[in-house]
Nanobody, 123 residues
Framework: QAHLVESGGGLVQAGGSLRLSCAASGRTFSSYSMAWFRRAPGKNREFVAATRSGGSTYYADSVKGRVTISRDSAKNTLYLQMNSLKPEDTAVYYC?????????????????WGQGTQVTVSS
């Protein structure tokens, strides 16, 4: 019923930028906490960034200073602006959402997930 669809991934050179989008449908997510996670090949899915409905934001140490999470409630869309990309950022990026959030960096705390969008950063 509720869907999250990521887009904006692609192939970029190290040092480049990308803006990922997460389009929500089926319901309004303005009152939900939302987040970005990523999964590199052979590794566990890891937290990237999150934002609560009140506007607070959280970032993983590995990306802090290089990425910005934001949302456009009118468009029911979540964004992740990524700058100064590194090869280590190569992964499938997932959008997630939950009505009730306790741990912002715990994937089990999120109820809705998108299918992911591939980001590849070349050296």
């Amino acid at each position: 019923q509720a869907h999250l669809v990521e887009s904006g991934g692609g192939l970029v050179q190290a040092g480049g930028s990308l803006r990922l989008s997460c389009a929500a449908s089926g319901r309004t997510f303005s009152s939900y906490s939302m987040a970005w996670f990523r999964r590199a090949p052979g590794k566990n899915r890891e937290f990237v960034a999150a934002t609560r409905s009140g506007g607070s934001t959280y970032y993983a140490d590995s990306v802090k200073g290089r990425v910005t999470i934001s949302r456009d409630s009118a468009k029911n869309t979540l964004y992740l602006q990524m700058n100064s990309l590194k090869p280590e950022d190569t992964a499938v990026y997932y959008c997630a959402a939950t009505r009730t959030l306790w741990r912002h960096d715990r994937e089990a705390d999120y109820d809705y997930w998108g299918q992911g969008t591939q980001v590849t950063v070349s050296s």
